[in-house]
């Protein structure tokens, strides 16, 4: 393998070629001078062409069988054995399947350029099923669970399958996937292990709220705590409000009304192959914009581990592992992908960088940790969302710490490019220790003892929305300190803006009386549309829209007051505290 970098020391790389990289069983050694003699030269394989039609992975015979019955859904593999004398793989159809199904197995076969030679064949009888396993790290095929009766688990699969050499080749964007809007602000909520915020705070500030569902047994404890029923998730499902992730098999969850969720909005129910393609389509646009991608810097990049190694007394290794991540983890994550989907996601994650360089004591328990925790951590960042973190009812245990730590290093490899380099190195004065976004959701009052439908309608507006991601935004742009003497200034204003609304309310009611002697529509119309009847913003949609339009335009100089507007519109469900802590 000639490396055409010019480099000092040889014999340093080729003791980590040796040691860490080649495959015992591979002749291949490192050579730094052109050779005058040689067979032919390979090219090397570009990041945009890593599926290839998964070529050269190795397979098990449970994996070639999953990989064959995920692309072929109504062709059934009866056995696949080995002749290793002959070099010969036999994949055995059943007798139920055709002649052309064979030759398109043949295919997808051949495409694999296994190192045995593959034969495809049909059987003379029919066999039974073949139980593939639906695992937390195997994703078995679709039509090994048509018993569920999810036809989302069969969509999400095609769309794995015929669009991975786009998702890596970069043709394929975020928005192009059935769930993702990049115009609206969402969060990631984990409800699957532990605690975490109530519902209705999140819907309080974000457009669309991404929800991992606890396991089936669970299910009544945490509609309970949240103090919603299944009526009410369907309903916010409907409206787009709410978007339901699965990163278990969906054995383990309650399949039937996540499949009755999906019925009612299609777009509403991610499973794993989907958040595989999400998975994969950030790390090839991470990589694009990546500056240390950069081919004209390819040269100085081990010079400038070494520098850096020199400088800082960092091993070159811990260096590079942080350096060149997002290079290294899009060349490991097909096959974890292809296979385990999010759950492996820890086998290529930034926790892998983190804990290269972790010299504090108990690193296996903090290993642990980052593992565990690193899938929803990506999932987060590929969404563009922010993640709220779990905890116990002790307040014991969160996985706070660790988000925050991958979090920030997956920020910081997204905004490390040269559009986002100015911003890169602006590191704002905030308190380490502080949770900014559980700070932020806490200093809102949530009124939970009205139906969340209800709660949600308040919220659903067009001004209302934008209103809440700006007033989030300034909020979050503050230290504590800050933070609370706005929300102390916003609770005096909005007192003395209620106030005013009561005598100007009065005064308006007396004024559209009269007018509507010669405009008979005038007085009626605002009281149908604007008087908090939940029937408006369903029958009455165009006057609403038009009406939110001229109250949002006439406010947009003085933000104060249209935050002190906002909030009072959304007073009936959500109020700021008080008294902040």
Known sequence: MFIEQQIDDLETINNVFEREIRYITAPIKLIDKHPEKYEYELDCISDEDIPSNFEGFPYTLSQLHIHIASIHKDVKVAAITTNHQEHIILIELDACNTSSDAISVQITANKLKLPFDVKVILSTKN???????????????????????????????????????????????????????????????????????????????YDVVYCILPLAENMQHFLEEQKINRDDILNLVSRGRLKIINLQPENRLDYGFINELFLTNPAAVISRRAISALSAIDLAEINKNYIFNDPELEPYIYPLIRDISDIFGIHHDIVSNYLLWPRKALRSSLDTLNQAGPMGIARYGVNNTIMSSWQLDRKDVYEFEFTVNSDRIHLAHALDATYFPFYTEEGKYTDHPYASMMGSLLNFYKKSTFQTLDSLFIIPEVNAEENKTLALISTFDINDYIPISDFEAELSSCVVRRGMNSLFSELNMLNSQDRNLRIQQYNAELDKFSRQKKIINHALDLCEDTAGLFLPFLGTGKKIVFGGMSMAKNKFKTIQAIYEFIEDKSMRKDISRKNVSLLSKINRVARLKKNIN
Not at 145 to 169: A, M, P, T
Not at 172 to 185: A, G, I, Q, T, V
Request: one cysteine or more; hydrophobic letters at 40%; glycine letters at 4%.
């Open 127 to 205: 066999a039974p099923l073949i139980d593939l396993g639906d695992e937390v790290f195997i994703i078995a095929p679709s039509q090994t669970k048509k018993n569920l009766c999810c036809e989302f688990i069969e969509r999400d699969e095609s769309l794995w399958y015929e669009n991975v050499e786009k998702f890596y080749g970069g043709s394929f964007s975020k928005s192009e996937l059935y769930f993702f809007d990049e115009n609206k602000s969402c969060c990631l909520v984990n409800f699957s292990l532990f605690k975490n915020a109530n519902l209705r705070n999140h819907l309080l500030l």
